[in-house]
Each structure stands twice: as C-alpha cells, then as structure tokens.
C-alpha cells in the first residue's frame, strides 16, 4: 500500500481543493480497513476520492485520503443471477469495455464514463430514461469498511436498512469497496438526435417522453432552439456513426468549437446571445445504432461548472419556463446550453427520484466566467417547485431544506447515526447537507 504524505487534491472543475494530513492507495479490501483503523485510532476524518467529477466538496478531508485506483475490475460475474461484481475504484469506462466482452451492459447509463463506480453511485449519478432509474438503482449488493475498520456486505437480504441507504451514500456510511450491479445481455440502442423548437419541445414534452425509452434535450439560451436526443432499444443491425463525421460531430463542433466559443464569449459577454444562435444550429440531424455505452455517453472536453436539480416530471415544463423568463429579463449572458432528462421514481432514501417521477434541470457556465449570479437565480425556480439537488453539483441547500424535501432523510440519517457516530467520514460539506 503506497502512503504517506499527502499534496493538495483537487476536483475536475477546479473549483474544490483540499490538503489532508494523510494519502493512502490501498492494494486490497484489507489494506483499506487497516487504514481506517489507524486513521480513527490516530484522530483524523476520512474521505475516500474518485475521478474529482463532483462540484461539491464531498470528498474533502484533512485528514486521510483514500485514492482507490488499485481496487479496480471484475471480481465475479453471476449469469444465472445476472449480476457483475466490481472493485469499487473501477472506472464506469473500463466497466462498461469489460461487459461488453462478455456480452453484457448495464441497462441505463449516465452522459459520461469518466467516474469511478462508487464516485458515481455515492453522488446518484444518473442518464435519462422512462422506466430505467439512476445507476445506483442497478445496485444489488455493496461492500464497504465502516468507521471501526469492519467490512460490511449488504443487499436486500443481508443488513437491508444499511442497503437502502448505502445505494446513495455521500460518502457518509463509509468506504465503499465493491459493487454488485443488475446486467443484462448486451442490446442495440438506436438514438435519433435532432433540433426542435423549444415551443414544440416544451409542449410535446409528456409525449415525447411516454413514446421514448430515453428523452433528452439540450436549450440554448437566448435562442428559440433546442437539440433533442431520442433513445430505443432496436433489432438492429448496428449502424455505429461514420469515424469521420463522428470525429466532426462529436470532437470538431461538440468540444473544439464549442471550447473557443465560450472562450469567445468569456471575453467578450455582449458577444454571446449571437454566438448562441450559431452554436445551436451547428449541429445537424443524425441516426445511429450502436450497443448501449457508446450511444448513452459522450466526450465532455470542456470544463465548466454545473448545477442539477430534480422537480417533480409535472412541474418541469413550468420550471422551464420560468428559468426562460429569468434569463431574458435579467441581463445574464449564458453560453452553455441547459440540459433536461427525465427518470421513474425509485426507493432509494436520498435519490433525487425517491418517490416520484422525475425531471432534471441542469445549468451550466463555463470554467472561469462567473456563475453564480445565473445559479442564485436559477435555484430559486428550482426550489419553488421543490427541487432537489444533485449531490455532486453546486447547491446551497442545507439539511433543513433537504429534510422537508426528501420524505425519507431521517432514515438515512439514523442509518449514518448507528455507523459512524463519530463522524470519521464527515466533512463541511456532509454537515451542512445531513447536519450534525
């Protein structure tokens, strides 16, 4: 196990730093919990990092760091039960690679692959779907260390009230060391993407959704235009996009001109309303048929920082409205297009579908232009309509509002209660949005 002092650690954004007292890179489940061990018995909080693609500062600590890079891939593959294993510092990239080759995928899938498996599943990392909920609802069984150093496996049968809350866990209950996901054969997915205006978009959205596995949109600010993406299962055959037109779509226009865009328009704000209406017809109309991961998920090159909240799936298009008519009033200049998806209501306690359909609302600014004024704004629509926000992303919510929001937050805090009374995996973050 490679330890020792540590150096500054800081988030993908950019936005989150922090310097704990202690880094360790643990080989084996053992070598975690021994580390644990000595970290409550030496004082210090807790907190185990992925890929840093939080906003939040969930994983900060002053204390030990854990970095689970050597816990990575398979450990089983259950075909009669249809259930993958893996370490929990596994990357969502290099899993979905290695189910593919054995003939198998995960059944919904967030917009990026970059995270690891327990980063993803911690913060409700979640794609869009009709009747497929979040990555954490795929979960069938979590191995983690608890504050005294002791490996706990939970699932339905097997220490259930820890299950419940672990699928969505903050970090708070402890280290998560592997996973057990629900797989199924792998299958072809056809995805349609086209522009749409936003009138139609918005007053077609139930339709939309009800006809489409997996409905998403993407509105472009300061323009009536909107890029739509539809997903469903096909017979195939598979008909991956072209490499060539792919490369342009995907690397050319969705990142590289999109990059010096927002450059562009970091400058020069006055500039953006204009560059909005070019960006958002740059992309065309496109079908194509491709096994899951490589349809559900993207490149996302350009950095920026992000808010997400969940309303109830009845109020978005009202929500949406509304956060139109904010911008054109306000003055704002925003380059980075919103992003809508939607996901069934689940029985996770802190998932942001806990018992209700869901729609999702998220904003964006570029990495190094001013953002908060845009989120201040765009927060009080979402809250008005008792929203909640994604555990990964820029908030300001604390636990009274969470606890009013999430009908089984005191069940999730009871569990934390009974695991770490002592708050070895706390942090700022986690006292301001579970308390004390």
């Given at each position: ?25 643990p ?26 693609h ?16 050597l816990?990575?891939?398979i ?62 609802a ?18 339905e ?7 419940a809350?672990?699928?969505i ?5 402890g280290?998560?060391?592997a ?33 489409n ?7 472009f600010?300061?323009?009536a ?15 991956p ?23 562009v328009?970091?400058?020069?704000p006055?500039?953006i ?88 609302i998220?904003?964006?600014m570029?990495r ?15 809250t008005?309509h008792?929203?909640?926000?994604h ?46």
């Open positions: 196990m490679a330890n020792g002092k540590s150096g500054a650690w800081r988030n993908w954004a950019g936005n989150v730093t922090a310097r704990p007292a202690r880094e360790v890179t080989a084996s489940v053992d070598e975690l919990a021994d580390a644990v061990r000595e970290a409550a018995e030496d004082g210090l909080r807790i907190k185990a990092v992925g890929t840093g939080s906003f939040t500062a969930a994983a900060v600590t002053d204390g030990l760091l854990i970095r689970p890079r816990l990575t891939g450990r089983r593959i259950d075909r009669a039960a249809m259930t993958v294993t893996v370490e929990a510092g596994t990357p969502l990239a290099r899993l979905n690679l290695a189910l593919a080759r054995e003939g198998l995928s995960l059944t919904n899938m967030g917009d990026i692959m970059v995270q690891t498996v327990a980063g993803a599943t911690s913060t409700g990392t979640h794609g869009t779907g009709r009747d497929s909920a979040s990555t954490s795929l979960i069938r069984g979590i191995e983690l260390v608890t504050a005294d150093g002791s490996v706990l496996t939970c699932s049968q097997e220490n259930p009230e820890v299950f809350a672990a699928r866990g903050l970090g708070a209950l280290v998560i060391t996973i057990t996901f629900a797989v199924e054969p792998v299958f072809l997915l056809t995805a349609r993407e086209e522009p749409m205006s936003f009138d139609r978009v918005t007053s077609d959205f139930d339709a939309l959704v009800a006809e596995e997996h409905f998403e949109f993407y509105w600010p300061h323009t235009n909107c890029s739509t993406k539809r997903n469903n299962r096909s017979a195939g055959p598979a008909r996009v072209p490499p060539v037109s792919g490369w342009i779509e995907d690397e050319l226009l969705s990142n590289g001109l999109f990059q010096a865009v927002n450059s328009g970091r400058v020069i006055a500039a309303p204009a560059i909005a209406k070019v960006s958002s017809r740059a992309l065309s109309a496109r079908t194509y048929t491709d096994i899951p991961y490589k349809v559900f998920t993207s490149p996302r090159r350009v950095r920026f920082m992000e808010m997400e909240y969940a309303v109830p799936r009845e109020a978005l298009v009202s929500a949406l409205l509304e956060l139109r008519t904010m911008v054109e009033r306000s003055g704002l200049r925003v380059s980075f297009p919103v992003e809508v998806r939607t996901a069934p209501a689940d029985d996770i306690p802190l998932s942001t579908a806990s018992a209700r359909d869901t729609a999702y998220a904003v964006h570029y190094g232009t001013p953002y908060q004024a845009y989120f201040t704004a765009a927060e009080r629509v979402f008005a008792g929203g909640r926000p555990w990964g992303k820029i908030h300001t919510q604390g636990a009274e509002y969470l606890s009013e929001v999430y009908p089984r937050f005191g069940e999730f805090t009871a569990v934390r209660d009974r695991l770490d009374p002592e708050r070895r995996f706390g942090n700022d973050y986690l006292r301001r949005v579970l308390g004390d």
